[in-house]
């Protein structure tokens, strides 16, 4: 990949995440970059992201590895000071990484100049397209000069997405690090049917008590930002330290929650597909799938984020009525076939009702007399034995009437006591 970057190619780059696809675009540009002089409001590369965490992600990096570089980069998000982005454009800028909304924004206020950029980088391809950003692109697109260097960076990158993305290449070098939308094999995935969504938070919660002290850092993904809030009260009410993580929250505690959890000041957190995308928190042990993803492609990048830079990791997904069809779309890009375990109480369940079932298909034609046939044959009753049995049926009844609540009707006392009108 490097060496099609430093030529000058336009590359369209798919590999699994936490395989370094990310220092494999920023290595050869800051190379090609070291020549020339940044000028105000007029960015010679320009970085798009998806999200603000991904492209704070992406300056940590810029910063790491551009510490022999005397280049400048500017961070250009949502949420943040209109201020300091503004100063850094003045100043003059080498890099520019934003994410599409505050880019555009900024462009029509007359505070951004792209006429001058030589390298363009649309990282998380498919996550771009597929949320609706492709106008967005398209525009950004025709704002660039016709001769420059684009790259197209996913973990996973689907047929339909792939004919979009090349409309922006021209005559691509095509670089595959792993298999497309494939599952990662340095991740131990564990896979649970739930019979309800009761059983599903009592078996959330068994699952975390039973990780013990001896974990590192452990994500739970939901489909819904309102299960993100539930499930982070209950887990407070169970003694767990716990922070979310979602797009409605603002941004300034959305980067601060990030901060905690990479520091490991907090352990556990519940967001939603927001933190699935390209974030890098290298001690992340397990992953927990609290509602299955909405595709393929979603669990490859949720369970992405543990078992990163040759560590293992581990995964637990929920199966819920329903998930089928999903779930048979998510078998295919795993490494082998997966074993599927039952919830104790439904296995326990169809234990009970298999045998039952069994006799009665094992005895179809036996008729009730039959049947009764085998039941013990009573004595005949004398007068004497009826009499007897009168008289303790009548002591019976009255006992009943005395302990219940006066009226021999049975119920509880409270229940039989006149209303006071």
């Known amino acids: 990949m490097i060496p099609h970057v430093l030529e000058g190619r336009d590359v369209l780059g798919i590999a699994r995440t936490g395989s370094g696809k990310t220092a494999g675009f920023t290595l050869p540009m800051l190379q090609n970059l070291s020549t020339g002089r940044a000028r105000a409001r007029m ?11 991904l492209a704070s992600q992406i300056e940590d990096h810029i910063v790491i590895h551009g510490k022999r570089h005397r280049l400048s980069h500017t961070l250009i998000i949502g949420g943040e000071s209109f201020k300091d982005q503004l100063d850094g454009l003045r100043r003059g800028t080498d890099i520019l990484i934003a994410t599409p909304g505050r880019l555009l924004d900024l462009f029509e206020r007359g505070q951004v100049l792209l006429a ?21 692109i398209e525009r950004i697109t025709r704002l660039l000069p016709r001769r420059r260097q684009t790259l197209l960076f996913s973990a996973t ?51 975390l008590r039973g990780l013990g002290e001896d974990f590192g850092s452990v994500l739970i993904f939901c489909n819904r930002k309102m299960e993100v809030g539930e499930i982070q009260r209950r ?7 716990s922070a979310i993580l979602h797009g409605d929250l603002p941004q300034h505690l959305r980067t601060a929650t990030l901060e905690r959890f990479r520091g490991g000041e907090v352990k556990i957190l ?26 393929a492609d979603d669990y490859v990048h949720r369970i ?37 375990r039952v919830s104790g ?50 002591r019976s009844s009255r006992s009943r009437s005395s302990g219940s609540g006066g009226d021999g009707s049975g119920l509880p006392a409270f229940l039989t006591k006149p209303i006071r009108r």
């Open 345 to 394: 109480g439904e296995r326990e369940s169809r234990q009970s009702r298999e045998p039952r079932q069994s006799r009665q298909s094992r005895e179809p034609g036996r008729s009730r007399q039959s049947r009764e046939s085998r039941q013990p044959q009573k004595p005949p009753r004398t007068r004497e034995s009826r009499e007897s049995q009168s008289g303790r049926s009548r």
């Open 270 to 295: 519940i967001c939603s597909d927001l933190a699935a995308r390209g974030l890098d928190i290298p001690h992340v042990t397990h992953v927990i799938n609290y509602g299955l993803p909405n595709s």
């Open 235 to 241: 887990l407070v009410r169970g003694g767990y330290d």
């Open 157 to 207: 990158l689907p047929a339909e997405i792939r004919s979009l993305a090349r409309a922006f290449l021209r005559e691509p070098e095509e670089v595959y690090a792993d298999a497309p939308a494939r599952a990662t094999a340095s991740v131990d995935q564990e896979f649970e049917r739930v019979a309800n969504a009761h059983e599903l938070r009592r078996r959330l919660e068994a699952c």
């Open 116 to 136: 001058d950029v030589r390298l363009f980088v649309i990282d998380e391809a498919d996550r771009m397209l597929d949320m609706g950003f492709i106008p967005d």
């Open 43 to 53: 960015p010679r590369a320009l970085i798009l992201e998806p999200t603000r965490e």
């Open 304 to 340: 992405g984020r543990t078992g990163r830079a040759g560590r293992r990791g581990h995964a637990l997904t929920f199966v819920l009525e329903g998930d089928d069809e999903r779930f048979e779309e998510i078998v295919k890009v795993l490494p082998s076939k997966p074993e599927v």
